[in-house]
């Protein structure tokens, strides 16, 4: 069995003002004792994996030789297939150039871009150094590296953001050329920035961020993106195979500060001192609900025991043969409809 393999990289430049993942300040020496932990973990485990996923935190903030220790120590310890769909994300606001060419160099094929928006007033606002010319200089120079199998991530819902400012985003993205979006709505967290500044923040109201993610959708259609899962879309034949496993209940071990696994039936998770901690079994009917109503091939039906028919009526779900799957607006309301449903 094929498993996901993904790594944790703490590490930010700065912390943005949205941001509620667990990251820290980089400094040099404390990401090198870190991989050097990492490398540690590797050793007590044994398995195969066909994805390998670096994320962050910031792992593009590292020196390119520590992702190629990183992935060096992977293949010694683990039977990585050759085929391996291997990801770094990246920030654009450093000079990728060299470090896509190492990456490239040790079978990356594959990097995740934080784009968030193409109007440079948004992309500030969001706390992000980079303008749309050093989004633009990454792709091109991944592009020059080798690298081909980008994906650029989106954000819905920002300050400043309006309908129309939208069309600059999506203009954006048919000039690159790249092979994957991820769009997600901004929600305001809990410990962030934001969260402290939520009264003053010039942010679309509910309807209008409602209009944006169908206009999303509807938008990257048209430019040849096929619609996979709530927030991502692909060119055909370039869904994340990663983040598959997620959605689709196949195990994945996750390693480094806060990093969570289903493996072997468990789930656990690392806490931030990377201690173990147990998480309870996976792979549950729930589980599979929850998962794999995200996708937009949705599941078999015969896992709902609840009735589900007033959401085909309101035309929330769809009903196809076997299995049931949320409608775009559906999409909208997935969390309410998920927990009517498990």
Same mark, same amino acid.
């Given at each position: 069995m094929s498993r996901g393999l993904y790594i944790h990289i703490p590490f930010c430049r700065s912390k943005c003002p949205y941001c509620d993942f667990y990251s820290v300040r980089y400094q040099q &020496?404390? $990401?090198?004792?870190?991989?050097?932990?990492?490398? &540690?973990?590797? =050793? =007590?485990?044994?398995?195969?994996f066909d994805t /390998?996923?670096? !994320?962050? %935190? #910031?792992?593009?903030?590292?020196?390119?030789?520590?992702?190629g220790e990183i992935i060096r120590a992977a293949r010694e310890?683990?039977?990585?297939?050759?085929?391996?769909?291997? +990801?770094?994300?990246?920030?654009?606001?450093?000079?990728?150039?060299?470090?896509?060419?190492?990456?490239?160099?040790? %079978?990356?094929?594959?990097?995740? @871009?934080?784009?968030?928006?193409?109007?440079?007033?948004?992309?500030?606002?969001? !706390?992000r150094a980079a303008g749309q010319a050093q989004v633009a200089k990454a792709v091109n120079d991944a592009k020059k590296a080798g690298i081909y199998n980008i994906s650029l991530d989106v954000m819905l819902g920002i300050p400043r953001q #309006?309908?129309?400012?939208?069309?600059? +985003?999506?203009?954006?993205?048919?000039?690159?050329? /790249? +092979?994957? @979006?991820?769009?997600? *709505?901004?929600? @305001?967290?809990?410990? +962030?920035?934001f969260f402290e500044m939520k009264d003053r923040l010039d942010l679309? &109201?509910?309807? #209008?961020?409602?209009? *944006?993610?169908? =206009? #999303? /959708?509807?938008s990257l259609r048209s430019l040849g993106f096929d619609q996979y899962e709530i927030s991502n879309f692909s060119k055909p034949g370039f869904e994340s195979r990663h983040n598959l496993k997620y959605w689709e209940l196949e195990e994945y071990l996750g390693l480094g500060a806060?990093?969570?696994?289903?493996?072997?039936?468990?789930?656990?998770y690392y806490?931030?001192?990377?201690?173990?901690?147990? &998480?309870?079994? !996976? %792979?549950?009917?729930?589980?599979?609900? *929850?998962l794999g109503l995200r996708l937009n091939k949705g599941i078999e039906k015969n896992l709902v025991k609840k009735d589900y028919s007033r959401f085909c009526k309101? %035309?929330?779900?769809?009903?196809?043969?076997?299995? @049931? $799957?949320?409608?775009?607006?559906g999409m909208l309301v997935s969390n309410y409809i998920i927990s009517e449903l498990i």
């Amino acid at each position: 069995m094929s498993r996901g393999l993904y790594i944790h990289i703490p590490f930010c430049r700065s912390k943005c003002p949205y941001c509620d993942f667990y990251s820290v300040r980089y400094q040099q &020496d404390a $990401a090198e004792k870190y991989v050097s932990r990492l490398i &540690d973990e590797m =050793k =007590k485990y044994n398995s195969s994996f066909d994805t /390998v996923y670096l !994320g962050g %935190g #910031t792992p593009s903030v590292l020196a390119s030789r520590l992702i190629g220790e990183i992935i060096r120590a992977a293949r010694e310890n683990f039977n990585i297939s050759p085929d391996c769909e291997i +990801t770094v994300e990246c920030n654009p606001s450093k000079d990728l150039e060299k470090d896509f060419e190492d990456y490239a160099a040790f %079978g990356v094929n594959r990097v995740s @871009i934080g784009m968030q928006s193409a109007r440079n007033s948004e992309r500030f606002a969001l !706390g992000r150094a980079a303008g749309q010319a050093q989004v633009a200089k990454a792709v091109n120079d991944a592009k020059k590296a080798g690298i081909y199998n980008i994906s650029l991530d989106v954000m819905l819902g920002i300050p400043r953001q #309006t309908i129309d400012s939208l069309d600059e +985003t999506f203009e954006f993205i048919s000039q690159m050329d /790249v +092979t994957h @979006i991820s769009a997600y *709505m901004l929600k @305001i967290e809990e410990n +962030t920035k934001f969260f402290e500044m939520k009264d003053r923040l010039d942010l679309p &109201d509910e309807d #209008t961020v409602c209009d *944006m993610y169908l =206009k #999303t /959708v509807s938008s990257l259609r048209s430019l040849g993106f096929d619609q996979y899962e709530i927030s991502n879309f692909s060119k055909p034949g370039f869904e994340s195979r990663h983040n598959l496993k997620y959605w689709e209940l196949e195990e994945y071990l996750g390693l480094g500060a806060s990093a969570h696994s289903y493996f072997n039936k468990k789930r656990f998770y690392y806490d931030r001192d990377f201690n173990i901690v147990d &998480d309870g079994d !996976g %792979g549950t009917d729930e589980e599979k609900i *929850m998962l794999g109503l995200r996708l937009n091939k949705g599941i078999e039906k015969n896992l709902v025991k609840k009735d589900y028919s007033r959401f085909c009526k309101s %035309g929330l779900l769809t009903e196809n043969g076997g299995r @049931i $799957a949320l409608t775009e607006k559906g999409m909208l309301v997935s969390n309410y409809i998920i927990s009517e449903l498990i």
